[in-house]
C-alpha cells in the first residue's frame, strides 16, 4: 500500500530532522560561539578573514592555555551569504543548542542581520555583538542591554572621519565652505551614518552631498561621474567588499585623487585595494587596527595554530590583514568578556546572561592589552553599563601599493555631540517598543 | 504556456474524495502540528515557507492561470509590508487585520499601475517591463525615508502580532497567524480560480484574441490579474516582514526575491495552488535539510563555504532533474505518482 509507504518515507524525514538536532548538541562544560559567517558570495572576502581570525583566535586559546580557566570554547558555522533570512534561520537553529549553557554571544558581523536578531537576541538574553558597526543607538546600553557595538560604532566613525579631514585642512573652522561627498553602500549599514553627515555639515558649514552605490556596487559609473561635476575636496567611502576597488578604479577613471578618498572602516581592508592595483596607491583609510603580523599575539598564532595545522585560513598570505587582524581583535574581546564573567560568576561554562555582565563590564587598559600582546593592536576600551561602544577612537592608515601605513594618531569622534543624539534615538525606540530603560545610575554600579 | 486546464474530477471517486488530502493536511496543520513542533520549525521553517507559498499562489494566479510573466513579485511584497507598517503606524487603533489587507490594496493598485503595459506587451517583453516595479519599488522606498518612519538605517521594525486582543507573538502564535491568513486567502484564491473569472484568465492565456471574440474584455482580466495577484503577493510580504524577519529593509525585497518566487511557481507548476506549496517546500525547505545535513556529516572536514557551493549544486541538479521528469512541476510529478498508487 503506498500510502504507507508514503508515511513512512514523511517518518524518517521527520526522525532525520529531529536527529539533525540533536547531533548538534555536544557535551556541557563548554563554551559555544555560533558563527553566523559567509564564505560565499560577494562578501566573502570580509566573512573569511573575519571569522578566520575568530577562529583563530578562539583555536590559540584553546591549544595554548586549554580554554579560558579550564573551559574549552567550541563553535559551529552557519554560512549566511550575508543575507538577513538566512542569518535568522543559522540563529534560530543554534539558539538552544549546546545546552545548559547555551551560546555565549553572536556576532553576525552584518547589519541587517543584526537588525533582525535585536529581538531575538534580547528576549533570549544572549549577547549580541557588532564590532565597529551595527545599529548606532544600540550603544545605549539603557534600551539595548543585550547589544554591543563595541569599540566604533558608525556615528563616531563619521565624526572621526570628519574631525580627520579637518585636521588635514589645517583645522576644523577650514571646513567650511568645502565640499565633501559621502558615496555609501545600498544597504542599512550604507545608510546609517546619513543624518549624522547631514548634521555635522551642517556644524562645520560644509557642503555634503551622499550618493548610494546599489549592492553589490560593481558598477559606479554614472555616481563617480556626479563626483567629478560635483569636484568635491573629499570623497568618503563608505563602502564593503566589491564596491571598494570598483570605486578606487572608477575615481581614476574619472579622474579624482586616490589620496583625497577616505575609506571607512569597512573600506580598509587588503582585499579592498589588491584588486583596484595601481589606482589605489595613496588611498587613505579609517582603522581601529593595524594590519600586520608583528603583534606578539598574532605571531603566537602563526606559531601554535598554524603550526599545528589548524589554522582557518587557506591562504596563508592573509594572516594579518585587516580583516584577519579584525577577527582577532573580535576574539580578544569576546574572549575577554567571559573571563570578566567568569571572575564574577566562577570559572565553568556562561549562559549568554553571564556573558552579558562580561561584556557589560568589559575594561581593556594598556597593561591588559600588554598582557594579551595586543599592544597597537587593540585600543584600551571602557564599555559600561550605559555605553556599549567602549572606545570610539580610530587611526587612519594609507595604502603604498603594498601595505597599509599609519599616518595618522588616535583622532577622536565628537563623543559630546553624538551621546544626545544616540540617547534621543534609542529612547524613541524604546518607546515605540514599550521598553522600560535599564537603570544605569550609580546605585546600580555596573 | 503548459497545456494545463481545469483539473478534471477523478473517474470513479466522489467529489468530496479528491478535497480529503487538503482536508487532512489542514487538520493536521491547525490541530496537530503546534503541538509537536518546536521553536525552530516554527521561526525558522513554516514561517518562511507559508509566507513564500501565499507569494507564490499570488504569483501563479498572474503567471499561471493568467499567463502574464512578471519579475516584479518581491516589489510587490515590498509595497505590501511597508504600506501595511506605514498603515498601522500612521492610524491610531487599526487593527492588524485591517493594516495587512490595506496593504494587500496598495500593493494591487501598485500592481494595476505596473499591469498597464501587459496590455501591449507580452512574454519576454512584458516580463522586462515588470522589471521596472522591481527597480522602481526598491529605490523609492530607499530614496523617500518617509517610508521606513525616518530610520537612519531604512529599516523597519514589525509591529507586534495582536488580533482582538489576542497576541500571536510567540512561535506557535506567529506560525497559526500566518498558517490562517495563508489558508483563507489560498481558498480564495482557488475559488477563484473555479469561478468565471477564474475561466476568463485561462482563455486570456490560452489565446486572447479567442478570448475576446467569447467576449471576455482582455483589458480587464490582465488588470484584474495584476490587482488580485499583488494583493495577495503584498500580503505575502507582510507577513514576510512581521511574521518571520519582524524587520524589513528594501534590500531584502531584491530581484533575488522575485527571482526565488517565480522559480517557486515553474518548478511547484503553473496553473496549479497545491504547486506553489510544493515549489516553495522545495526552494525554502530543502535547501535548509540539505545545509543541516551537510553540516552534521561533513562540519567537521569543510568549511562552510565549500558545503554551501555544493549544496547549491545539489539543488541546481535536482531543478534539472525535476524539470526533465515532469516539466509541468511538482505538482503534476506528485499528481502522476499519486494516480499510479491508486490505481
Known amino acids: 500500500m503506498s500510502f504507507r509507504k508514503t508515511i513512512s518515507r514523511l517518518a524518517l524525514a521527520a526522525a532525520l530532522l529531529g536527529g539533525l538536532g540533536s547531533v548538534a548538541a555536544k557535551a556541557d562544560g563548554e563554551i559555544y560561539f555560533p558563527l553566523q559567517s559567509y564564505r560565499v558570495g560577494p562578501y566573502a572576502a570580509g566573512g573569511t578573514g573575519f571569522f578566520g581570525g575568530f577562529i583563530d583566535y578562539l583555536n590559540l586559546i584553546n591549544e595554548r592555555d586549554g580554554g579560558v580557566n579550564g573551559v574549552k570554547f567550541v563553535w559551529d558555522e552557519c554560512e549566511t551569504e550575508y543575507k538577513v533570512e538566512r542569518g535568522v534561520e543559522c540563529y534560530e537553529r543554534t539558539r538552544s543548542t549546546h545546552q545548559p549553557a547555551g551560546p555565549a554571544a553572536y556576532n553576525p558581523l552584518s547589519v541587517g542581520i543584526a537588525y533582525a536578531l ?75 551614518t546619513i543624518p549624522i553627515f547631514d548634521l555635522l555639515a551642517k556644524k562645520y558649514g560644509f557642503e555634503v552631498t551622499q550618493i548610494e552605490v546599489p549592492h553589490p556596487g560593481n558598477e559606479q559609473q554614472a555616481q563617480w561621474l556626479t563626483i567629478r561635476r560635483l569636484k568635491p575636496e573629499y570623497v568618503v567611502l563608505r563602502g564593503w567588499g566589491v564596491m571598494n576597488p570598483v570605486a578606487l578604479k572608477t575615481a581614476v577613471k574619472t579622474g579624482f585623487p586616490v589620496d583625497h578618498i577616505i575609506g571607512n572602516v569597512w573600506s580598509n581592508s587588503e582585499e579592498d585595494v589588491i584588486p583596484a592595483g595601481d589606482a589605489a596607491k595613496g588611498y587613505v583609510s579609517v582603522t581601529t587596527h593595524p594590519s600586520g603580523t608583528e603583534f606578539p599575539v598574532v605571531k603566537e598564532i602563526v606559531e601554535k595554530v598554524y603550526g599545528k595545522g589548524v589554522g582557518n585560513l587557506e591562504d596563508k598570505g592573509r594572516i594579518g590583514s585587516v580583516y584577519h587582524n579584525l577577527g582577532i581583535v573580535n576574539g580578544i574581546l569576546n574572549v575577554e568578556a567571559v573571563r570578566i564573567a567568569q571572575a564574577h560568576f566562577g570559572n565553568r561554562a556562561l549562559t549568554g546572561e553571564e556573558v552579558q555582565w562580561g561584556f557589560d563590564h ?33 587611526k587612519f592608515q594609507q595604502w603604498d601599493g603594498k601595505t597599509w601605513n599609519v599616518v595618522s594618531d588616535w583622532v577622536a569622534s565628537d563623543r559630546a555631540l553624538l551621546r544626545p543624539l544616540i540617547e534621543q534615538s534609542a529612547e524613541a525606540y524604546a518607546k515605540e517598543k514599550g521598553i522600560q530603560l535599564r537603570d544605569c545610575s550609580a546605585a546600580n554600579p555596573s | 504556456m503548459t497545456d494545463l486546464t481545469l483539473s478534471q474530477p477523478r473517474q470513479g471517486l466522489p467529489a468530496w474524495a479528491g478535497r480529503l488530502p487538503v482536508a487532512l493536511l489542514l487538520a ?43 519579475l516584479g513579485s518581491a516589489a510587490f511584497m515590498a509595497v505590501g509590508a511597508f504600506a501595511s507598517y506605514n498603515f498601522i503606524l500612521r492610524i491610531e487603533g487599526l487593527p492588524l487585520l485591517a493594516g495587512l489587507a490595506l496593504g494587500g490594496v496598495t500593493a494591487a493598485a501598485v500592481g494595476l499601475v505596473f499591469g498597464l503595459p501587459s496590455l501591449r ?38 509591529p507586534p502580532l495582536t488580533v482582538l486582543g489576542i497576541s500571536f507573538d510567540s512561535s506557535v502564535g506567529r506560525y497559526l497567524f500566518s498558517l490562517i491568513v495563508v489558508a483563507l486567502l489560498t481558498l480564495a484564491a482557488w475559488r477563484l480560480t473555479r469561478s468565471e473569472i477564474g475561466r476568463s484568465f485561462i482563455a486570456v492565456r490560452d489565446r486572447d484574441v479567442a478570448a475576446s471574440s467569447l467576449g471576455i ?66 526552494i525554502v525547505i530543502f535547501p535548509l535539510i540539505l545545509s543541516r545535513l551537510g553540516q552534521a556529516l561533513l562540519g567537521d572536514t569543510f568549511d562552510s563555504g565549500v558545503l554551501e557551493n555544493a549544496q547549491k549544486i545539489v539543488v541546481g541538479g535536482l531543478i534539472i532533474a525535476f524539470l526533465i521528469a515532469e516539466p509541468a512541476g511538482l505538482s503534476a510529478l506528485v499528481a502522476r505518482l499519486t494516480r499510479r498508487n491508486l490505481n
Open chain 1, 118 to 192: 535585536i529581538d531575538r537576541a534580547t528576549s533570549d538574553k544572549i549577547p549580541l555583538i557588532t564590532i565597529n558597526h551595527g545599529r548606532t543607538d544600540s550603544t545605549d546600553g539603557r534600551v539595548f542591554p543585550y547589544v554591543f557595538p563595541l569599540q566604533l560604532n558608525p556615528w563616531s566613525e563619521a565624526s572621526a572621519t570628519v574631525n580627520y579631514i579637518g585636521q588635514q585642512l589645517g583645522g576644523l573652522d577650514k571646513l567650511a565652505g568645502k565640499k565633501i561627498a559621502v558615496l555609501y553602500h545600498g544597504s542599512p549599514y550604507g545608510k546609517e
Open chain 1, 362 to 394: 568589559l575594561v581593556l587598559d594598556d597593561k591588559r592589552i600588554a598582557e594579551l600582546g595586543a599592544t597597537g593592536l587593540v585600543q584600551p576600551l571602557q564599555v559600561t553599563c550605559a555605553d556599549h561602544e567602549g572606545g570610539g577612537a580610530v
Open chain 2, 28 to 70: 493536521v496543520a491547525f490541530g496537530v502540528v503546534p503541538f509537536v513542533g518546536d521553536q525552530y520549525l516554527f521561526d525558522a521553517i513554516l514561517v518562511p515557507f507559508l509566507a513564500l507559498s501565499l507569494a507564490g499562489v499570488g504569483l501563479n494566479l498572474l503567471t499561471g492561470y493568467a499567463g502574464q510573466v512578471s
Open chain 2, 121 to 158: 506587451l507580452k512574454g519576454f517583453y512584458l516580463a522586462v517591463s515588470t522589471l521596472a516595479a522591481q527597480f522602481f519599488v526598491q529605490w523609492a522606498l530607499t530614496k523617500f525615508d518617509w517610508f521606513s518612519n525616518g530610520n537612519a538605517s531604512g529599516v523597519i521594525t514589525a
Open chain 2, 217 to 282: 474584455s482582455v483589458l480587464r482580466v490582465k488588470l484584474l490579474a495584476f490587482a488580485v495577484s499583488s494583493f495577495i503577493v503584498g500580503v505575502a510580504g507582510a507577513l514576510w516582514a512581521f511574521a518571520y524577519l519582524r524587520t524589513v529593509e528594501p534590500a531584502g525585497f531584491d530581484l533575488d526575491r522575485s527571482f526565488q518566487i517565480l522559480f517557486i511557481v515553474i518548478i511547484g507548476g503553473l496553473a496549479s495552488i497545491r504547486g506553489a506549496f510544493l515549489g516553495a517546500g522545495f
